[in-house]
């Protein structure tokens, strides 16, 4: 049964038993097919996404235009999708199943970068899909907020994000913390850096959920 769950603004707020393991979850690309909805809605409004690189604006093309859009562009159409958009994403395969076995071993956080106008559509995508756990607004890297919210429990921590950089950031701040690269867009990961050695690339959250479950009851 779906619980609610209180507005937490910040990692600090959060209240975590420390006796049990923790699993640190990102949205897009990890829990909801981002490019593919992305794309979609960009359509809708005269735009369309190219898989030219694993940058983000620089994929954003008008129809038919041979050069992408110029950066501020961009920016506003993806703040616009996630105020308004980012509700009909599609969740990645096997995702809420996935959670549910983490959670079997461990406590859940959901750690997502978005603009704070998609906190009421993004709580309620999760909600809607089977994956209500508590849920953070961040921006910027993501070592510091893994690495408060690591200092609360005693116990193994795993982080999933699909960015190097977030998981690189974690590496330096929590480096205790297991972490793990997932991008659930094939041809998207094909594009990603990677460094598969520091952060096992993982392509489905079968193996993933797998792989969390002996890492949270040891």
């Known amino acids: 049964m ?128 089977g994956m209500d756990y508590p849920m953070i607004i961040s921006q910027g890297l993501k070592g510091e907020p893994v690495a408060i919210l690591a200092a609360k429990v005693d116990r193994p921590v795993m982080f999933v994000d699909d960015l190097l950089p977030n998981l690189d950031s974690v590496a330096e701040a929590a480096p205790h913390v297991q972490r793990f690269q997932m991008i659930a867009d094939p041809a998207l990961r094909r594009l990603a850096p990677s460094k598969p050695d520091r952060h096992p690339l993982v392509s489905d959250w079968d193996t993933l959920a797998g792989l969390g479950e002996a890492l949270l009851s040891a």
């Open 2 to 129: 779906a619980q609610d769950h209180p507005i937490i603004e910040t990692p600090q707020d959060i209240r975590l038993d420390s006796a049990r393991s923790l699993a640190i979850i990102d949205v897009d690309e990890v829990l909801a097919l981002f490019v593919k909805g992305f794309d979609e809605y960009l359509r809708g409004r005269g735009y369309e996404w190219r898989m030219d690189s694993f940058a983000l604006f620089s994929n954003i093309y008008a129809t038919e235009a041979a050069t992408p859009v110029e950066m501020a562009e961009g920016r506003d159409l993806f703040n616009a999708f996630f105020a308004e958009g980012c509700g009909a994403l599609e969740p990645a395969p096997g995702a809420a199943e996935g959670l549910q076995r983490l959670s079997a071993v461990g406590q859940v956080v959901i750690l997502t970068n978005a603009p704070e106008t998609a906190r009421a559509l993004r709580g309620q995508w999760l909600k809607h899909h």
